[in-house]
């Protein structure tokens, strides 16, 4: 029998949607039922969506209870206009995701974007303020530190004063080329992978009207610098950064800061991966996850 069509694996994904309001808007997730298997919070990155964790949920579902939100302004939660959209209120909305799941311990999984929300949630916990316990945090590739963080030549655009003409001229083309490009060489996405992809950053009017708005997370990034570094630096649990070596983006060089700034590092590269390890070498994320928890009991 051959293998679904990856269009099939989306609606079959979105199938399993639920949905929760934040701040008046509707926000889809999708999580394994409730059980006495540890809890793990996926995180997703930027522009994309939850679906990104695909190729590696059904084995993460065999040992932890997922939860995994399309964050507001992402895949097919709403994406209105005009909102202040921020790490800040992802950190919120994450926080009151678990808070509507009953959930008050459980261990993260973020990646791109998704690192600097857990860095915020991290940065809570280290200080006592945090609506859920954190036992451990793995990041997947992403700007965990802002002078390492090599945006991609759209993002520095929408990041620009034309940022809001740059955003209302997105198109699919702009799209497959810029995204295709943090991929490493030998897995770059294929048509079909694209098609998907797009259709997430396009749900609910897509990225035109707001894509310079949730590019602000640059800025942040940089402004909170000292306190989601030192959340890092001033963590008391289990930290990894998994990390695509070939990642234009945040590869080698980003662990190799990782390494200068945080004591007793942990991390794993990941040899002609790019910058969606999950995605493009999903064995390779799962052994270097598993392995983190093994080696902790």
């Known amino acids: 029998m051959s293998e679904p069509s990856l269009a099939a694996e989306l609606?079959?994904?979105?199938?399993?949607?639920?949905?929760?309001?934040?701040?008046?808007?509707?926000?889809?997730?999708?999580?394994?039922?409730?059980?006495?298997?540890?809890?793990?919070?996926?995180i997703h990155?930027?522009?994309?969506a939850a679906f990104d964790w695909v190729r590696i949920w059904a084995e993460l579902a065999e040992r932890f209870h997922l939860i995994a939100p399309d964050m507001i302004g992402f895949g097919d939660s709403a994406k209105p206009r005009g909102y202040p959209y921020s790490i800040m209120d992802q950190a919120d909305l994450c926080?009151?995701?678990l808070a509507e799941c009953g959930v008050q311990r459980c261990h993260v999984l973020a990646h791109d974007y998704g690192d600097t929300v857990a860095q915020e949630l991290l940065a809570r916990f280290n200080t006592g303020h945090a609506a859920a316990q954190l036992l451990s945090v793995?990041?997947?590739?992403?700007?965990?530190?802002?002078?390492?963080?090599?945006?991609?030549?759209?993002?520095?655009?929408?990041?620009?004063p034309l940022g809001g003409l740059v955003s209302s001229l997105m198109s699919r083309k702009r799209f497959d080329a810029g995204f295709s490009l943090v991929f490493a060489e030998a897995t770059r996405p294929s048509a079909e992978e694209l098609d998907v992809f797009w259709e997430l950053v396009s749900a609910n009017g897509g990225l035109k009207p707001i894509g310079h708005r949730l590019i602000r997370y640059i800025a942040e990034r940089r402004a909170k610098r000292e306190r989601w570094v030192g959340a890092l630096?001033?963590?008391?649990?289990?930290?990894?950064?998994?990390?695509?070596?070939?990642?234009?983006?945040?590869?080698?060089?980003?662990?190799?800061?990782?390494?200068?700034?945080?004591?007793?590092?942990?991390?794993v590269l990941l040899e002609a991966v790019g910058h969606y390890p999950q995605w493009e070498a999903p064995?390779?994320?799962l052994d270097a996850f598993f392995n983190f928890h093994s080696a902790r009991g």
Do not use: C
Request: proline content about 8%; overall charge negative; glycine content about 8%.
């Open 233 to 267: 630096q001033q963590a008391t649990i289990p930290l990894r950064v998994i990390d695509g070596a070939d990642d234009p983006v945040s590869g080698r060089h980003m662990v190799d800061r990782y390494r200068e700034l945080v004591p007793e590092p942990d991390t």
């Open 283 to 285: 064995q390779g994320v």
């Open 95 to 97: 926080e009151a995701l």
């Open 45 to 48: 990155g930027f522009p994309t």
């Open 138 to 160: 793995v990041f997947l590739n992403g700007g965990l530190f802002p002078e390492t963080h090599r945006a991609t030549f759209t993002q520095r655009l929408l990041h620009s």
């Open 11 to 42: 609606a079959q994904w979105r199938a399993g949607a639920r949905r929760f309001a934040h701040n008046g808007h509707e926000i889809v997730w999708y999580g394994t039922e409730p059980s006495d298997k540890p809890v793990l919070l996926l």
